[in-house]
């Protein structure tokens, strides 16, 4: 007969455990599964994590269709409940950005836009230097409450007519000059649109560095066409202006929504991250923002302003500011076609004066709120402290548009009265539909349910955790990392995608090397924007580029030196005011409290 192994047998306990068997074996068992259990819950979000990346990196499929990746995977993965994944979706910041699309709906039905940004230019001068930068200071305060890719697109046309009157402008000139000399006086210069008329092209044109051959200009001397739009460009120097202007109208919209919040989405998705992940600190607001950020815009304007007229024309002090000089005929056929797009507007309507006015109470409800050096106008209401947000206002403003009529809507009766029968609005619904970025929100409201997803996994601390040894260098050292890391990240992957994905991510490695939040998180918000690199980085860049101007090399010389430009502005800001405003220096009480748990 067989033995038997050895067992203990308890009355009435069918399971038989080897001799040797100890209780403690089984305790041990446990918590061994439970650790497995967790890491399965970390590995299967950050599995989730990797693939929402490669998507929104690859563009495999469009941005917000992988943002509804986490409605799907986390409750098949258990890792948070559909109900609760879905509630993510949709947060404060939708509610903001409703507001928002409803002032920028009616700003561009009634072109207000255009018109301050002629007036704007029309302040600042013809001077090609000085109308550059009217151009980008005119381009970067639209872009502070107008989305960017908005504001390029419609600031873009005006550039263009410009650019080509003063390319023809330096012909008529010649042309001038020429019949002046020969008894003929040409008495004015004709604005059309840099096209050559038959007239002009049998006239004698001397082209300084270009050899005539018998009073004619030869084909070597022919003007350059460019094979995206068919522009003519006399010199190359032409050609170079026409770069530069496309360039300074695509990066002074990215610039000045730097500015605001509402300025572009990734402020307003750092924005709602960081008070949801710090519901305690209570320190980042329009005001608040717009004190650190406008600051470092306007440096980074002007700095881009000097880098791009050096790059493309030279920089001449000399000619910039010397006071009292003669006009060119160039810069008065300039200021000329600047004048007469301004004038084509008519004098400024009712529908134009209502929306800026409800534009300016926007802005100062924002402001006045909770400015945090005196008390403001939330304090009217201290039995509900908080309830009152950015949204609140810009909710209330936006509704406005929609009941406040812009005409009234009339008929005529059989006897021949005309009577109102009913009015129509700033804009209708239909009209906002159009303009709101759908695709954004849904963007947006994915990112939040990753983030909702990777503290409920203990993914977030378990980076954290894994990323503490970066304690050991200094903080600007780790500040300029990442900062270069989410600039390099943000010019192959989209703005928004970049920012979503990081914030999850830097929020746990502050909070594990004992620094401020605000400290990593505010300069990798500003440095996603900084996509000047490629024409594919970034919405306005890609705009200019079909005007056919530039070429790739073209962009990637000059987003370069804008880029170290903003990087270094962003450190400045960092070590200087910003510091100051928020107290980086020291872990604040409203961070999760320092722990020292051995992660599993």
């Known amino acids: 007969m067989l033995a038997t192994p050895a067992t203990s047998r308890s009355p009435g306990f069918t399971s038989e455990y ?6 403690d074996d089984n305790t041990v068992s446990c918590a061994q599964t439970a650790g497995t259990r967790l890491l399965h819950k970390e590995a299967e979000c950050a599995y989730t994590l990797f693939v929402i990346a490669t998507f929104w990196l690859t563009e495999a499929l469009p941005l917000s269709v992988t943002a509804l990746l986490p409605g799907l995977m986390f409750p098949l993965f258990g890792i948070m409940t559909s109900k609760k994944v879905a509630s993510a979706y949709f947060k404060d910041f939708h509610l903001l950005l409703i507001g928002v699309i409803c002032l920028a709906t009616s700003v561009e039905k009634w072109n207000l836009h255009r018109r301050i940004a002629l007036r ?56 001038t000059q020429m019949t002046h000399f020969s008894g003929s006086v040409n008495h004015g210069l004709e604005i059309d649109e840099g096209v050559e008329t038959n007239e002009r092209k049998e006239k004698t044109i001397p082209v300084p560095g270009y050899s005539n051959d018998a009073g004619k200009i030869s084909s070597k001397t022919e003007l350059e066409k460019n094979s995206g739009t068919g522009t003519k460009y006399r010199t190359e120097r032409d050609h170079m202006m026409c770069k530069l202007m496309c360039l300074c109208i695509a990066y002074s919209s990215t610039i000045g ?5 509402t300025g572009t989405s990734t402020n307003l998705i750092f924005a709602e991250h960081f008070n949801m992940r710090y519901p305690d600190c209570h320190c980042i607001n329009f005001g608040s923002w717009f004190i650190l950020s406008f600051p470092a815009a306007i440096i980074i304007l002007l700095l881009s302003w000097i880098w791009l007229q050096w790059l493309f024309l030279g920089f001449n002090f000399k000619e910039m500011f010397t006071c009292g000089k003669t006009k060119t005929a160039k810069q008065k056929a300039c200021a000329e ?21 409800l534009f300016t109470v926007m802005a100062l409800l924002w ?17 509900y402290p908080g309830f009152a947000t950015d949204s609140t206002v810009a909710l209330l403003i ?26 129509s609005p700033l804009i209708t619904w239909k009209e906002f539909q159009s303009f709101m970025p759908w695709d954004i929100a849904i963007l947006v409201g994915g990112g939040f349910a990753l983030a909702d997803g990777c503290e409920e996994s203990g993914l977030s601390k378990w980076i954290g955790s ?17 900062s270069l890391l ?6 192959v992957a989209s703005n928004p995608a970049t920012i979503t994905l990081l914030l999850p991510i830097l929020s746990p490695l502050a909070e594990a090397i004992q620094v401020n939040p605000l400290y990593i998180l505010i300069p990798s918000t500003l440095c996603t924007s900084f996509a000047f690199l490629l024409p594919v980085a970034n919405p306005p860049n890609a705009i200019v580029f079909s005007y056919g101007h530039l070429k790739v090399i073209d962009m990637v010389k000059a987003g370069l030196g804008v880029n170290i430009v903003g990087v270094a502005v962003v450190m400045l800001g960092m070590s200087t005011w910003i510091r100051a405003i928020f107290d980086l220096s020291t872990y604040p009480s409203w961070a999760p409290p320092i722990s020292n748990e051995t992660m599993p």
Do not use: C
């Open 120 to 175: 704007m230019v029309m302040t600042v001068g013809v001077n090609p230097t000085w109308l550059t930068l009217g151009f980008m200071s005119s381009t970067a305060f639209l872009s502070m409450w107008l989305s960017n890719t908005s504001t390029a697109a419609m600031v873009m046309p005006i550039v263009e007519a410009v650019a080509q009157q003063i390319v023809s402008a330096e012909a008529e000139v010649e042309a």
């Open 257 to 261: 929504g730097l500015t605001t919040i």
């Open 367 to 383: 402001f006045s709120r909770d400015p945090g050096f005196v008390s403001g106008w939330s304090a009217l209401f201290p039995e």
């Open 337 to 357: 076609v600047i004048k007469q797009e301004y004038q084509k507007l008519g004098p400024m309507r009712y529908q134009e004066i209502v929306t800026l006015v």
């Open 398 to 423: 936006g509704i406005l548009f929609f009941l406040i009529p812009a005409k009234r809507l009339t008929k005529t009766t059989p006897t021949g009265e005309i009577v109102a029968f009913d009015y």
């Open 18 to 23: 080897p001799m040797g068997y100890h209780e």
């Open 486 to 491: 989410v600039t390099s990240l943000t010019e």
């Open 466 to 482: 894994k990323l503490s040894p970066l304690g050991s260098l200094p903080v600007w050292l780790i500040i300029l990392i990442s």
